[in-house]
């Protein structure tokens, strides 16, 4: 178990290498998106899906992605509407940055029910067998409702663009 010491540190780190992707990004922005969302964002996704409650601790990086990455993206200033935009996934419309504020529970909780019949069956001290129909329907049931969790997305992706002027 990470002590909370170590989550700081481990943040720190990671938003300390998203502010040099935004150097990248100010040359070569494909680049440095490629490069945060094909590997940055996935190491502290991994952590998300295994470590429960930990939300709090990802603010700082949050804060660095919506004030230096996202605008060095751009090359503009960019406001809290549009960054909420683009925060999300590339299938409902974002750029597949991930808030790692928001996200926190929705990879944590597909994770957990995804591999609650292959965790059960691992850990059991009295050898339980392995279902693996039952794994399969629990990981199809997952996926199911990443469907309905992209609508709720869609709409509040609608929301947010009612809120900006005609003109954006």
Known sequence: ???????????KIWANSVKKLTEVAKQQPQ???VAFTKSLQCEWTYVQRVISNSGEFFSPLKSVINEYFIPALFGSDV???ESELFCRPVRVGGL?????????QIHFTNSSNATCILSKAISSTEGSEFN??????????????KA????DWIEDSQRLLSLLPIQQ
């Not at 178990?1 to 943040?11: A, N, P």
């Not at 693996?132 to 409702?145: F, P, Y």
């Open 96 to 104: 597949g940055i991930h808030d790692p504020v928001k996200t926190l």
């Open 148 to 151: 309905e969790v992209d609508k």
């Open 79 to 81: 406001d809290t509407i």
């Open 1 to 11: 178990m990470i002590s909370l010491s170590g989550w700081r540190k481990k943040v």
């Open 31 to 33: 680049s440095a998106y």
């Open 132 to 145: 693996l129909t039952s794994h399969e329907q629990m990981v199809h049931s997952v996926i199911k409702r």
